[in-house]
T-cell receptor
Framework: AQTVTQSQPEMSVQEAETVTLSCTYDTSENNYYLFWYKQPPSRQMILVIRQEAYKQQNATENRFSVNFQKAAKSFSLKISDSQLGDTAMYFCAFMKRGGSNYKLTFGKGTLLTVNP | ETGVTQTPRHLVMGMTNKKSLKCEQHLGHNAMYWYKQSAKKPLELMFVYNFKEQTENNSVPSRFSPECPNSSHLFLHLHTLQPEDSALYLC???????????????FGPGTRLLVL
C-alpha cells in the first residue's frame, strides 16, 4: 500500500515571498503520478500541478513548481511570489499508473496562510 | 467552476432519513469517484466507477449506496447514517483509457453533510 506524508501541518508566508511545502511518499511501484491539490476555504479541490514519475524534468505551472526526487521519494511544492489567494489547504497525492485501480492516496495536508 | 457539479451543497439529516447526493460531470470523462473528507483525516476513496461499472468499493458500510446510471452522473444514496458519517463528500471525475493510461481527477465543490 502507498502512503503519503506531509510533515508540516501549518505554514505561513508573507505576500510576494517564496514558500516550499514538503511531501514524502512510500511505494514499491515504479510507474506512478504525483499531484498537488489546493483546497481554499470554499472547499473546492483544485489541481495545482502534476508530475509523471518517469519524467526526470520537474513540472512547473506559472508560480508553482515541484522538486521531484524519485530515489528519495520526495515531492515538494514551491510557490513563488505568494499571493493572498494562495491561502488554502494543500494536499499531496499519489496515484499508481496502470491496472484498473485509479485510487488517489492523499496526505493529511498543509494549511498555508499568506499574510499581507 | 462548472466542470463537476454537486448537489446539494449542504445537507442536514437525521439518522433515520434517506437522502441522496448527486454529482454531474460536464468534462466528457468516463470514470467517476466518491471521496469522504473528515476533519483531521486524509481524504478517503469510497467508490470508483469506470465506464459505469463499479471497480472499487473501499470497504464502505452498506448504509452508503452508490449509483452510476451513465458516465456523466453519479449518486450516493444515504440511509440510516451515523453521526460519525458527518463529513464533506467530494465527487471527482477523470478520463481513463485501456492499458496503462490514466488521467488527472477533477473534483466538484463537495456536499457538506451533517448527521444529527
Amino acid at each position: 500500500a502507498q502512503t503519503v506524508t506531509q510533515s508540516q501541518p501549518e505554514m505561513s508566508v508573507q505576500e510576494a515571498e517564496t514558500v516550499t511545502l514538503s511531501c514524502t511518499y512510500d511505494t514499491s511501484e515504479n510507474n506512478y503520478y504525483l499531484f498537488w491539490y489546493k483546497q481554499p476555504p470554499s472547499r473546492q479541490m483544485i489541481l495545482v500541478i502534476r508530475q509523471e514519475a518517469y519524467k526526470q524534468q520537474n513540472a512547473t505551472e506559472n508560480r508553482f513548481s515541484v522538486n521531484f526526487q524519485k530515489a528519495a521519494k520526495s515531492f515538494s511544492l514551491k510557490i513563488s511570489d505568494s499571493q493572498l489567494g494562495d491561502t488554502a489547504m494543500y494536499f499531496c497525492a499519489f496515484m499508481k499508473r496502470g491496472g484498473s485501480n485509479y485510487k488517489l492516496t492523499f496526505g493529511k495536508g498543509t494549511l498555508l496562510t499568506v499574510n499581507p | 467552476e462548472t466542470g463537476v457539479t454537486q448537489t446539494p451543497r449542504h445537507l442536514v439529516m437525521g439518522m433515520t432519513n434517506k437522502k441522496s447526493l448527486k454529482c454531474e460531470q460536464h468534462l466528457g470523462h468516463n470514470a467517476m469517484y466518491w471521496y469522504k473528507q473528515s476533519a483531521k483525516k486524509p481524504l478517503e476513496l469510497m467508490f470508483v466507477y469506470n465506464f459505469k461499472e463499479q471497480t472499487e468499493n473501499n470497504s464502505v458500510p452498506s448504509r452508503f449506496s452508490p449509483e452510476c446510471p451513465n458516465s456523466s452522473h453519479l449518486f450516493l444514496h444515504l440511509h440510516t447514517l451515523q453521526p460519525e458519517d458527518s463529513a464533506l463528500y467530494l465527487c471527482a471525475s477523470s478520463q481513463v483509457g485501456s492499458g496503462e493510461y490514466q488521467e488527472t481527477q477533477y473534483f466538484g465543490p463537495g456536499t457538506r453533510l451533517l448527521v444529527l
